[in-house]
């Protein structure tokens, strides 16, 4: 039985794309392994089985919490011996490309992000060069790099030289039948109002400032939060400062499970990203897709790769992240016609027939497959 194993700098169970490699890899024969952590739930209690998860303390000593991370996974790489490595972020990276390639398996690295280019590194430069570096060392030991949009893929070839790179959007796996969370019960939202929902970390950038100003202008709506992020008290705070507060509620983290049915409840998903990074102008987030397969029309930054989906499938609306009257207008334009949603609907659930995991997986099919190659028959990705 071939094995592979699965290193990844968060907690699995609260990461659609590291399940779906589990599941999609599981489901082809492959006994996998995979190594996460946890350590913004202080109740947390360690896991550990086909998918482990570690606790981590990052409140005592950032050091600490770093030399632990990497004692853990050391540990696990020189323990376990796999067909296939995967990195699935940045931090695991430089383990994983050298203890994998020492033990002769196939190394892929995850790119789910452009890194060296994130928004949280905007005001620290010495960090982000540090990780441009890293990532530029290690990036050229992997077998493959994975991106999750064709912008990020002609990016890396670009700025690395490489040809090695393939790109699995952060598609959910297909699901047909939902039991929505009947969302107004559940968190007193007035009967009337509709239900924007924003998924994601809790962080400035992610246009909740924006949309808190939309819904205190244009009545009828009330913004449900799914997530946590170190800003939530900022933003709890904003709420009742411009006096919304009744009209916004913050869910706390909800696990994979869970997270479909809750998005089936609300009315319209957020992808409101503003353009402070590289990585943010690129972004094409899981999001966006899983407001699509749970039949939920949305709302995003005009970015080109969102933009690109949303007008091919026409499957919502694209705004100016900088200007909030575009917010405003769209909300408008919903709350004046009723039946408005309910075409954005139909077309969400036809797309969603095309935009899921099991369809966009097959990108990677040729690395799993179970027949025995001849020399000389690797797919024609290769590096430079």
Same mark, same amino acid.
């Given at each position: 039985?071939?094995k592979?194993?699965?290193?990844?700098?968060?907690?699995p169970?609260?990461?659609?794309?590291?399940?779906? $490699? %589990?599941?999609?890899?599981?489901?082809?024969?492959?006994?996998? +392994?995979?190594?996460?952590?946890e =350590?913004k739930d202080s109740?947390?209690?360690?896991?550990?089985?086909?998918? #482990?998860?570690?606790?981590?303390?990052?409140?005592?000593?950032?050091?600490?919490?770093y030399i632990?991370?990497?004692?853990?996974?050391?540990?696990?790489?020189?323990?376990?011996r796999?067909? %296939?490595?995967? !990195? @699935?972020?940045?931090?695991? $990276?430089?383990?994983?490309?050298?203890?994998?390639?020492?033990?002769?398996?196939?190394?892929?690295?995850? #790119?789910?992000? $452009? %890194?060296?280019?994130? !928004?949280?590194?905007?005001n620290?430069?010495?960090?982000?060069?540090?990780?441009?570096?890293?990532?530029?060392?290690?990036?050229?030991?992997?077998?493959?790099?994975?991106?999750?949009?064709?912008?990020?893929t002609?990016?890396?070839?670009?700025?690395?030289?490489?040809? *090695?790179?393939?790109?699995l959007?952060?598609?959910?796996?297909? +699901?047909?039948?939902?039991?929505?969370?009947?969302?107004?019960?559940?968190?007193?939202?007035q009967?009337?109002? +509709?239900?924007?929902?924003?998924?994601?970390?809790?962080?400035?950038?992610?246009?909740l400032?924006l949309?808190?100003e !939309?819904?205190?202008?244009?009545?009828?709506?009330?913004?449900?939060?799914?997530g946590?992020?170190?800003?939530?008290?900022?933003?709890?705070?904003? !709420?009742?400062?411009i006096?919304?507060?009744n009209r916004?509620?913050?869910?706390g983290r909800? #696990?994979?499970?869970?997270?479909?049915?809750?998005?089936?409840?609300?009315?319209?998903?957020?992808a409101?990203?503003?353009?402070?990074?590289?990585?943010?102008?690129?972004?094409?987030?899981?999001?966006?897709?899983?407001?699509?397969?749970?039949?939920?029309?949305v709302?995003?930054? *005009?970015?080109?790769?969102?933009?690109?989906?949303? @007008?091919? %499938?026409d499957?919502?609306?694209?705004i100016?992240?900088? *200007?909030?009257?575009?917010?405003?207008?769209?909300?408008?334009?919903?709350?004046?016609?009723?039946?408005?949603l309910?075409?954005?609907?139909?077309?969400?659930?036809?797309?969603?027939?095309?935009l899921? =995991?099991?369809?966009?997986?097959?990108?990677?099919?040729?690395?799993?497959?179970?027949?025995?190659?001849?020399?000389?028959?690797?797919?024609?990705?290769?590096?430079?």
């Open positions: 039985m071939k592979a194993l699965i290193a990844f700098l968060g907690n169970y609260y990461d659609t794309r590291t399940l779906n $490699l %589990y599941k999609s890899l599981t489901k082809r024969g492959i006994k996998v +392994k995979v190594i996460g952590f =350590w109740s947390f209690i360690s896991k550990k089985g086909e998918i #482990s998860v570690y606790k981590l303390n990052k409140s005592f000593c950032s050091l600490c919490f632990r991370f990497v004692a853990i996974l050391k540990y696990h790489l020189f323990l376990e796999a067909d %296939y490595y995967f !990195a @699935e972020d940045v931090q695991t $990276l430089p383990f994983i490309s050298v203890i994998g390639k020492l033990k002769r398996g196939k190394v892929l690295y995850d #790119s789910r992000e $452009l %890194y060296g280019f994130l !928004a949280g590194l905007k620290k430069k010495t960090l982000q060069k540090s990780i441009q570096i890293i990532e530029g060392i290690f990036i050229r030991l992997v077998d493959y790099v994975i991106t999750t949009g064709n912008m990020d002609d990016f890396i070839k670009e700025k690395f030289k490489l040809q *090695n790179v393939l790109t959007r952060n598609l959910p796996i297909y +699901k047909e039948h939902f039991n929505p969370v009947n969302i107004r019960e559940k968190f007193n939202i009967a009337d109002d +509709k239900v924007l929902l924003y998924q994601g970390v809790v962080l400035h950038g992610r246009g400032r949309v808190f !939309a819904i205190k202008k244009v009545g009828g709506f009330s913004l449900l939060i799914v946590d992020g170190e800003e939530m008290v900022f933003y709890k705070q904003l !709420a009742v400062k006096g919304i507060e916004v509620v913050f869910a909800v #696990s994979q499970d869970d997270l479909l049915n809750l998005t089936a409840g609300a009315d319209i998903g957020l409101v990203i503003e353009n402070i990074s590289l990585s943010y102008f690129y972004a094409l987030p899981n999001k966006l897709f899983e407001y699509i397969m749970a039949g939920k029309p709302i995003a930054s *005009n970015f080109p790769q969102m933009k690109e989906v949303i @007008e091919k %499938y499957v919502g609306y694209t100016n992240p900088d *200007n909030e009257q575009d917010l405003v207008e769209v909300l408008l334009r919903i709350k004046s016609d009723p039946h408005l309910e075409v954005l609907q139909r077309n969400c659930e036809t797309a969603s027939t095309e899921h =995991w099991e369809k966009e997986f097959e990108t990677l099919e040729f690395l799993f497959s179970s027949r025995n190659r001849k020399k000389g028959e690797e797919n024609t990705y290769s590096k430079e």
